[in-house]
T-cell receptor
Framework: RKEVEQDPGPFNVPEGATVAFNCTYS??????FFWYRQDCRKEPKLLMS???SGNEDGRFTAQLNRASQYISLLIRDSKLSDSATYLC?????????????FGGGTRLMVKP | DADVTQTPRNRITKTGKRIMLECSQT?????MYWYRQDPGLGLRLIYY???????NKGEISDGYSVSRQAQAKFSLSLESAIPNQTALYFC???????????FGPGTRLTVL
């Protein structure tokens, strides 16, 4: 089983739609969680951190469910510019130091 | 100017050749990382370094070596390239406090 799993998609949605992605992680001791965005042929960039109480940044809402070991990202009022791959990322403090584990990504395509 | 740069951006080489990928950063971060990305597999950690005298193997270090020449420079070598090392390679940096990693633009390597 992969340490961080995501539905690869693609999710094809019309502009203005609400779309949600889930991600599951296997290490119950994981400490921090993030969503990164990666545009085609570009480097990943941090979209937002995910806090235990849930957090919102404009049209983006992230949720964490530690009991079920999943993380979600909700995008409201989708824009064409939201088309990208969204990477779920989990941080574990191991013996060597901080380590990020990346999911395979979920591809989103927003259509006019 | 970009904070994290990688050279070359694209490289096509033949099986058995030695290849070096270079990474430089102006962020002043101590921690640097090399990842490879393959479709559907996410980013996988090859090597990481927490300071100039520190080198650690990641998840998939076989067939690779690294050199941390200075705080700002971290190079990845393929001593004898093979076709299954064809991938997109990213360098990343992070500081001691934040778990956010900052990525270079990537190097697309093709081994024929």
């Amino acid at each position: 089983r992969k340490e961080v799993e995501q539905d690869p998609g693609p999710f094809n949605v019309p502009e203005g739609a609400t779309v949600a992605f889930n991600c599951t992680y296997s290490n119950s001791a994981s400490q921090s969680f993030f969503w990164y965005r990666q545009d085609c042929r570009k480097e990943p960039k941090l979209l937002m951190s995910v806090y235990s109480s849930g957090n919102e940044d404009g049209r983006f809402t992230a949720q964490l469910n530690r009991a079920s070991q999943y993380i979600s990202l909700l995008i409201r009022d989708s824009k064409l510019s939201d088309s990208a791959t969204y990477l779920c990322v989990v941080f574990n403090l191991n013996n060597a130091g901080n380590m990020l584990t990346f999911g395979g990504g979920t591809r989103l395509m927003v259509k006019p | 100017d970009a904070d994290v740069t990688q050279t070359p951006r694209n490289r096509i080489t033949k099986t058995g050749k030695r290849i070096m990928l270079e990474c430089s950063q102006t962020k002043g971060h101590d921690r640097m990382y090399w990842y490879r990305q393959d479709p559907g597999l996410g980013l996988r950690l090859i090597y990481y370094s927490f300071d100039v005298k520190d080198i650690n193997k990641g998840e998939i270090s076989d067939g690779y070596s690294v050199s941390r020449q200075a705080q700002a420079k971290f190079s990845l070598s393929l001593e004898s390239a093979i076709p299954n090392q064809t991938a997109l390679y990213f360098c990343a940096t992070s500081d001691l406090i934040s778990n956010e990693q900052f990525f270079g633009p990537g190097t697309r390597l093709t081994v024929l």
